[in-house]
């Protein structure tokens, strides 16, 4: 099982809800909120409970679009080899790796407290991480069609939502790729 689950803050949408696309881009270029991967019931990063308070929730905040963009790259590379890493935002030593056999996925989050000497969020040298220390999620088998369906479902609906507070902002560049990743998708 594969889920990726999220909430953008609801004092956000209210404030996005009447703002025109210069200055989304200019104060946000961005969507905040909680987010996580389910990967067979184990949280990738920690994600608050429903019953907590929006000043508690922002503790979690995360970059929702940043995290989306990442799953497409991975995605993307995916397709094409049978591993890649993704470097979580936040900090630079935490990784989730991804080995791809045919129709499975094996995901596994890695701490990798030796530097990996780059700037990109994306990795597919797996010998990179040969020193890394397994945590947490720990190789657990996906089917790909699971991973590949949540992504585009999730895509187009992270979209919908944006379109149904504003659609203005839609136009702005850090939407970019998920747009063109959720027309792509639809062809």
Not at 108 to 125: E, F, G, I, R
């Amino acid at each position: 099982m594969f889920e990726i689950k999220y909430e953008i803050f609801e004092d956000d949408i209210a404030e996005i809800q009447g703002m025109d696309i210069h200055t989304f881009i200019d104060e946000y270029n961005q969507i905040y909120g909680c987010f996580t991967l389910i990967i067979n019931g184990i949280e990738y990063l920690p994600y608050p409970s429903p019953e907590m308070r929006l000043e508690t929730k922002r503790i979690y905040s995360e970059l929702i679009l940043t995290h989306f963009e990442f799953l497409i790259d991975a995605y993307s590379e995916l397709q094409m080899n049978n591993y890649v890493a993704l470097k979580y935002i936040e900090n630079p030593w935490t990784w989730l790796e991804f080995i791809r056999n045919e129709n499975e996925l094996l995901v596994s989050k890695l701490n990798n407290d030796t530097s990996v000497n780059s700037d990109s969020p994306l990795q597919t040298n797996i010998e990179l991480f040969g020193n890394a220390k397994k945590e947490g999620i720990i190789n657990e088998m996906l089917l790909w069609n699971d991973f590949e369906t949540e992504l585009k479902a999730k895509t187009k609906e992270l979209l919908s939502k944006i379109t149904t507070v504003n659609c203005h902002i839609l136009k702005a560049k850090c939407f970019d790729r998920i747009r063109r990743f959720t027309n792509d998708s639809l062809s």
